[in-house]
T-cell receptor, first 114, second 113 residues
Framework: AQSVAQPEDQVNVAEGNPLTVKCTYS??????LFWYVQYPNRGLQFLLK??????LVKGSYGFEAEFNKSQTSFHLKKPSALVSDSALYFC????????????FGQGTELSVKP | SAVISQKPSRDICQRGTSLTIQCQVD?????MFWYRQQPGQSLTLIAT?????????ESGFVIDKFPISRPNLTFSTLTVSNMSPEDSSIYLC??????????FGEGSWLTVV
């Protein structure tokens, strides 16, 4: 069965420091991987995706993610965190053999302090 | 990209009543989905809205409780029937674009009292 794990419920980072939000997945075949951000009282905003190609994917707001097939991971990164990055982040996987539905991780709350 | 509009954005509903949520997309899309996000939780897929045929429901969700319509490639509705406080959630519409990017609407925030 497909699954996504975000091992950290919360990540705390000082402004200006690099940040990493971890995600590991389990899916048969070649997964499509996504990161979304949810600000308070808002819907989900698409950040980036990996389908194929370069393992390092660049997305919105300076975020990037690295696909590692051997470790079945897709960690979200940003070189220099901003206070405005504070939000809830979701990793999700899509098995292209099972339509377009997404399986989500439980979410990671990112808190960036000045 | 795809711009997805959901209505209503928020509502407070009486238990036992039903509410229909609308999802409008600015372009034709083949795949459209409805998700639920319960308070403090992640997202769970309710169903795939199929154009011209009955929706495909995930385990734990049934058509009598969550009837879905998909009359064309840009519009869908989700009805939450006979609501109870346990139905208080965010309901989100999602679409897949031809580039395999999956976008979400802003959600419909329902509180059942």
């Amino acid at each position: 069965a497909q699954s996504v794990a975000q091992p950290e419920d919360q990540v705390n980072v000082a402004e200006g420091n690099p940040l990493t939000v971890k995600c590991t997945y389990s899916v048969s075949g070649n997964p499509y991987l996504f990161w979304y951000v949810q600000y308070p009282n808002r819907g989900l905003q698409f950040l980036l995706k990996y389908i194929t190609g370069d393992n390092l994917v660049k997305g919105s707001y300076g975020f990037e993610a690295e696909f590692n097939k051997s470790q079945t991971s897709f960690h979200l990164k940003k070189p220099s965190a901003l206070v405005s990055d504070s939000a809830l982040y979701f990793c999700a996987v899509r098995d292209p053999n099972q339509g377009g539905k997404l399986i989500f991780g439980q979410g990671t709350e990112l808190s960036v302090k000045p | 990209s795809a711009v997805i509009s959901q209505k209503p954005s928020r509502d407070i509903c009486q238990r036992g009543t039903s509410l229909t949520i609308q999802c409008q997309v600015d372009s034709q899309v083949t795949m459209m989905f409805w998700y639920r996000q319960q308070p403090g939780q992640s997202l769970t897929l309710i169903a795939t809205a199929n154009q011209g045929s009955e929706a495909t429901y995930e385990s734990g969700f049934v058509i009598d409780k969550f009837p879905i319509s998909r009359p064309n490639l840009t519009f869908s509705t989700l009805t939450v029937s006979n609501m109870s406080p346990e139905d208080s959630s965010i309901y989100l519409c999602s679409v897949v674009t031809p580039g395999n990017t999956i976008y979400f609407g802003e959600g419909s925030w329902l509180t059942v009292v």
